[in-house]
């Protein structure tokens, strides 16, 4: 900034891409000079204001939203709800699992029992199941449900939730 007055600066370019095109920011402020003076009781000396500017972080073609996944990458479940967790006859019991993007499909185990979870949106799997209204005392008893996720190559991932038949 030699052949600056003092007090001005040179327009800054904002070298993003926008649009194809770059767009001039508004002048910086002059940098504040403070003057300290030193303990040994010399003269003053002028020392230039340090000022930090932050820009907000763009994303790169490197950084996704955590789960966005590629189709081919491995399947993640982040989370799955049983709603109630324990239940008995005629109850409506609810489920849900969130998974990342890639996952095709969803399905739950029970006992030897298989069901397919729809999907209800992106990484979204949901379903209600009513229990029928007589469940035979042998059959009561603590159960791990586990749902079973899989990409579009059939790589699955699993998760267990208990559940309670009272």
């Known amino acids: 900034m030699g052949s600056q007055p003092h007090g001005s600066t040179p327009a800054q370019l904002d070298t993003s891409r926008t649009s194809g095109s770059q767009r001039q920011l508004p002048p910086a402020p002059a940098i504040p000079l403070a003057h300290a003076s030193p303990p040994d009781g010399s003269a003053p000396v002028a020392k230039p204001a340090v000022r930090v500017a932050i820009a907000p972080r763009r994303p790169t073609s490197a950084t996704r939203p955590v789960g966005i996944l590629r189709p081919h990458d491995p399947p993640e479940i982040y989370g799955v709800s049983i709603s109630p967790s324990s239940a008995g006859a005629g109850a409506v019991v609810s489920g849900s699992v969130s998974t990342s993007s890639n996952v095709a499909s969803v ?34 008893g603590s159960y791990t449900i586990v749902v079973i996720a899989r990409n579009v190559d059939g790589v699955s991932t699993s998760r267990g939730v208990g559940f309670t038949l009272r």
């Open 107 to 140: 399905v739950a185990s029970v006992a030897g029992i298989t069901s397919g979870v729809p999907k209800v949106g992106v990484g979204q799997f949901a379903m209600s199941y009513q229990l029928p209204g007589v469940i035979p005392p042998f059959v009561k």
